[in-house]
Every structure is written in structure tokens, then in C-alpha cells.
């Protein structure tokens, strides 16, 4: 009889251990911690902008897992001439009214130090790499900026706004899609300049190129899409920055690095006689159009 009470004794203590650990975030991301970084809330101010920061940040993609896991893969640096072997890099998420952060230690790969080196020049070291698991379970439900800091050393670090955008609600963590939005007026300027490529497969349409207004810093720049139907009907999308460090260099301007765009969109988002699309640059509270493109759609 003693036995049984104590076995029915240590079955309870154990029970309570396993709901304390699946019932509590933070005691989940310390039980798996070695598998999965997490974010903690943080200040803007804690991480001064100095040097600028060349990056290419792909789409965080999120796993249905326990811990609500977003996978961060690409690479950043900032350029520097000292030693950056303790460098790291902090992934930001910014809200209205929040900061949560993770930070991190890049993965060393040659390979792609070469790379960027032939790309860009002046790249120290080969801590650039991008490649981990993080854990959202201790991040509210919101809409967030998405930022990266990068800390070579003592001397270079920076930080930036990728112009990527996530939401957080209490069941997935997923990007926050372009949206369309109310017509506007655009006036044409001669110092635009831009491209637009368009992809199609069964379902979607993608649409992408880079815009830019001469001298004009493209990370405070915003670019939208306007469909013109042959029956005269506007629809405007909002798109999604994208980094383009070939335009940059192909300009000798580092002010371009930004200037990409990027939207995808169901067919059941366009009309079927859509004949003409025209990119419009937004910046400084002006709107300006870079050009008219011809387009035809085949649902």
C-alpha cells in the first residue's frame, strides 16, 4: 500500500513537471534552448546606426513546431578593416509600440566570403552566414518591422530596416501581405529611373525590378504598382522591398542598395484585361511615376 502512494506520489510530481514545461514558454525555450534562439524585448536606442549595412535577408519562413520557430537564412556585414572574430548579428522585430531581438554568432563560410568579396570589396573576415532557428513563442501577437543589426567590432556596426513586415497573431507568424490601397496621383519626373520583370505559373503572377530617383536615398522610398484595365479601371498594390546591391554598383551609389521591389499575386487578384502597369516611387511625401509598362494577362 506504501509503494502505491509513493509511486501514485512521484507519477504526480512528474505530471506537474511536464504541464509546467508545456504550459510555459519560457520554460520550453530553455528546455530545447540548445536547438533554437529566442527574442527578448529590447530598446531601439541599444542599437546605434553607424556604418551601413549590406544584407540579403531571405523571407522568414515559420514551422508549425512547439516552440513557433521562423527559420532566418541569408548574410550581413558591415565594412571594416579590424578584427571582427567576436562579431554578431541581432534580428529585430518592431512594432508601434515594442522591440524584441535575438542575437546571434554568423556561421564562418569562406565560400561565401569570397563571393561577397568579388561583389563588393573591403568584406573582413568570413562570420556572414545566416542560418538559425528562432523561437517567437515570447513575442505578442502584433505587426513588425523587421530590422538587422550588425556588430563587426568595437569601431564598425549598424543597423537597418529590411522593409520586410510579419505579423504575429496567437496561431501562425506569417508575412504581411501587400495590400491594396486607394488611387493616387503621380506626376512624372524625369530622374526616375526603374525595371519590372514579371514570372507567371499556374496560380500567381510575381512582379519585380527596382526603382530609383537620382541621388535620393531608396531605403526611405516606397514603390507601388498600378494596373490599368482596357475598360479604364486602376488597381494599386503595395510591394515589398527587396535588396538590390547590383543596382548600387552598377550606379556607383551605395543610395540604390535598397531600391527592389516585389510582389506576388493570385490571378483571382487581377482582372483579365489588364494592359498597362506603372511604377510609382513614393518618397518625401511627393509621388512620382518612373514609367508605363505594357502587360497583358492570359488566366
Known amino acids: 500500500m506504501m509503494r502505491n502512494k509513493k509511486a501514485f506520489f512521484l507519477h504526480g510530481i512528474i505530471l506537474a513537471v511536464f504541464c509546467a514545461l508545456f504550459f510555459s514558454s519560457t520554460s520550453i525555450v530553455l528546455f530545447f534552448g540548445s536547438k533554437s534562439a529566442s527574442f527578448k524585448k529590447g530598446n531601439l536606442e541599444n542599437f546605434p546606426a553607424k556604418d551601413a549595412v549590406f544584407f540579403l535577408l531571405n523571407p522568414l519562413?515559420?514551422?508549425?513546431?512547439?516552440?513557433?520557430?521562423?527559420?532566418?537564412?541569408?548574410?550581413?556585414?558591415c565594412r571594416t578593416s579590424s578584427d571582427n572574430s567576436n562579431k554578431n548579428i541581432s534580428l529585430l522585430l518592431v512594432s508601434s509600440s515594442d522591440v524584441y531581438y535575438t542575437t546571434?554568432?554568423?556561421?564562418?563560410?569562406?565560400?561565401?566570403?569570397?563571393?561577397?568579396?568579388?561583389?563588393?570589396?573591403?568584406?573582413?573576415?568570413?562570420?556572414?552566414?545566416?542560418?538559425?532557428?528562432?523561437?517567437?513563442?515570447?513575442?505578442?501577437?502584433?505587426?513588425?518591422?523587421?530590422?538587422?543589426?550588425?556588430?563587426?567590432?568595437?569601431?564598425?556596426?549598424?543597423?537597418?530596416?529590411?522593409?520586410q513586415k510579419y505579423v504575429k497573431d496567437h496561431k501562425r507568424f506569417y508575412q504581411y501581405m501587400p495590400q491594396i490601397i486607394s488611387s493616387v496621383d503621380s506626376v512624372e519626373?524625369?530622374?526616375?529611373?526603374?525595371?519590372?520583370?514579371?514570372?507567371?505559373?499556374?496560380?500567381?503572377?510575381?512582379?519585380?525590378?527596382?526603382?530609383?530617383?537620382?541621388?535620393?536615398?531608396?531605403?526611405?522610398?516606397?514603390?507601388?504598382?498600378?494596373?490599368?484595365?482596357?475598360?479604364?479601371?486602376?488597381?494599386?498594390?503595395e510591394t515589398t522591398k527587396q535588396p538590390r546591391y547590383d543596382v548600387g554598383l552598377s550606379f556607383h551609389?551605395?543610395?540604390?542598395?535598397?531600391?527592389?521591389?516585389?510582389?506576388?499575386?493570385?490571378?483571382?487578384e487581377l482582372p483579365n484585361n489588364i494592359h498597362e502597369i506603372r511604377v510609382v516611387l513614393i518618397g518625401d511625401k511627393n509621388l512620382r511615376y518612373a514609367r508605363n509598362f505594357p502587360f497583358s494577362l492570359n488566366k
Open 61 to 77: 519562413s515559420a514551422s508549425e513546431d512547439i516552440l513557433e520557430s521562423i527559420e532566418l537564412t541569408g548574410w550581413a556585414f
Open 104 to 163: 546571434i554568432s554568423p556561421i564562418n563560410r569562406i565560400d561565401l566570403a569570397i563571393s561577397l568579396n568579388e561583389s563588393y570589396g573591403d568584406v573582413y573576415g568570413a562570420n556572414h552566414l545566416l542560418s538559425y532557428p528562432i523561437s517567437t513563442l515570447s513575442v505578442p501577437p502584433g505587426v513588425y518591422d523587421v530590422y538587422l543589426y550588425v556588430w563587426e567590432n568595437e569601431s564598425n556596426y549598424g543597423l537597418i530596416n529590411t522593409k
Open 189 to 237: 519626373s524625369p530622374d526616375i529611373k526603374c525595371s519590372l520583370n514579371t514570372k507567371s505559373d499556374e496560380v500567381s503572377v510575381k512582379f519585380w525590378g527596382w526603382a530609383i530617383q537620382e541621388e535620393t536615398d531608396a531605403q526611405t522610398q516606397d514603390v507601388i504598382l498600378e494596373f490599368f484595365t482596357e475598360s479604364g479601371e486602376k488597381i494599386t498594390y
Open 253 to 268: 551609389n551605395d543610395l540604390y542598395n535598397l531600391s527592389g521591389f516585389e510582389i506576388t499575386l493570385p490571378f483571382s
